[in-house]
């Protein structure tokens, strides 16, 4: 909304009439108040809204600063050896078992050792 020259005029015109030229001065110095005081909530305001505005921002900021940091630390290749070590280890046992029991049994009549009716 734009005022020009001769609408501020006539506005100016109607309160001279309306209040009085006594009651001018004083008005307008109220007014003058009451502006800066409207100015200096707003800036208030503003500046509370920028502060919380801000807060969540620097929050996420550190969230994902830490996530970082734990995917520098993060490695995969140290569950994919574990699980190899783990395997490497049930193999290496059944290994063991297997040639436990495939140890050939030898016959009696072979072992020198024995002791016993042998049929040769």
């Known amino acids: ?23 001018l001065p004083t008005m307008t110095r109220d007014l003058g108040t009451g502006v800066r005081k409207m100015r200096g909530a707003m800036e208030d305001i503003k500046s509370e809204i920028m502060k919380e505005a801000d807060n969540p921002v620097s929050e996420i900021k550190r969230e994902i600063e830490k996530v970082k940091e734990a995917a520098k630390e ?35 009549a072979d072992d020198e050792a024995y002791e016993g009716p042998v049929s040769r």
């Open 1 to 23: 909304m734009e005022l020009g020259f001769m609408e501020m005029v006539v506005i100016a015109i109607a309160i001279i009439v309306l209040f009085g030229p006594s009651k």
């Open 74 to 108: 993060y490695n995969p290749m140290n569950e994919v050896k574990k699980e190899i070590d783990g395997i490497k280890e049930s193999v290496s046992i059944n290994i063991d078992e297997t040639t436990s029991a495939a140890k050939p049994k030898v016959k009696p």
